[in-house]
């Protein structure tokens, strides 16, 4: 499949993983500036409801094609904006958002892909995961919600999980969304400064933001362990809110175009259809 200019500068390179070696500010494969970016995110909207809407017409003929795409990143990194400013560009009605807040009792109960498998999205839609099962891989290693030895055959479960998914005709689509620590701070300040967002802070994000040293470490062994050939990472820097719309944009249109998506042929003879309807009588 041929990709883009960002798309091959994000995908993360296999080997040993070192964030803070990855830029946090920056505009990897693209030349232009603040509205150029913005400019070709929306030039990017006729194409991908386009594609879309060819998807969400080959389940009619039984296609079980469908897209994941998963945002993982810390605080404030951006995961609603993605969801407002790049999947807000494709018709809604083909779109399934799932977002993974704290395991419930029952959901503890079970295998953590127990609920992981409940939120993926149906033949034909375009799914997004706010969050997903690497919450499990990530804070329950950070924070000790499970042992060690669980968490690490964790990495090998969700490998499995994923390679049989693209099996099943699911394109995944999996970016960390890469922000910086004082961004970060910017960013909580902002929402502490503006009572309009006051409900989008929560007095817990100071205690996550403490172990941010552990999160970069846990990012880190996560994404090495977990980026395949059918399932591959991308770091997205996201200091740039622009920069990280337009990626996530760009690596969904990409991901779209590469599966040849064709509109159904007519069950029906279409001549005979054509001169039903020019022979019908008035309607009165």
Not at 172 to 198: F, S, T
Not at 223 to 231: C, K, M, N, P, Y
Request: charged share 30%.
């Amino acid at each position: 499949m041929t990709t883009s200019a960002i798309a091959d500068a994000v995908r993360l390179a296999p080997g040993r993983v070192d964030l803070t070696a990855i830029e946090t500010d920056a505009a990897p494969g693209f030349d232009g500036s603040k509205s150029d970016g913005k400019a070709a995110l929306a030039a990017m909207a006729p194409e991908l409801a386009d594609l879309q809407e060819r998807l969400w017409a080959e389940r009619t003929a039984g296609s079980e094609r469908r897209v994941l795409v998963v945002l993982q990143g810390m605080d404030t990194s951006g995961k609603g904006g993605v969801l407002r400013h790049t999947i807000g560009l494709v018709d809604p009605q083909g779109v399934r958002i799932t977002s993974f807040k704290a395991p419930t009792e029952e959901e503890r109960a079970q295998d953590f892909l127990w609920r992981i498998e409940k939120g993926l999205p149906a033949a034909g839609y375009i799914g997004v995961f706010d969050r997903s099962h690497y919450e499990d891989v990530l804070i329950a290693r950070v924070r000790g919600f499970a042992d060690p030895t669980e968490v690490e055959r964790r990495y090998g479960a969700i490998n499995e999980f994923e390679a049989r998914l693209a099996d099943e005709g699911v394109s995944i689509i999996k970016c960390m969304l890469h922000i910086g620590a004082d961004e970060q701070k910017v960013r909580l300040a902002e929402r502490l400064a503006n009572p309009e967002k006051h409900w989008k802070y929560n007095p817990g994000d100071l205690d996550e933001r403490a172990l941010w040293p552990a999160y970069r470490e846990a990012y880190e062994v996560a994404l090495e362990r977990t980026s395949t050939d059918v399932a591959p990472w991308h770091v997205v820097p996201s200091d740039k809110k622009w920069f990280r719309n337009l990626a996530v944009g760009q690596l969904l249109l990409d991901t779209l175009r590469g599966l040849d998506l064709q509109w159904p042929e007519a069950d029906f003879d279409v001549a005979a259809e054509q001169q039903r309807l020019a022979e019908e009588a008035p309607v009165r």
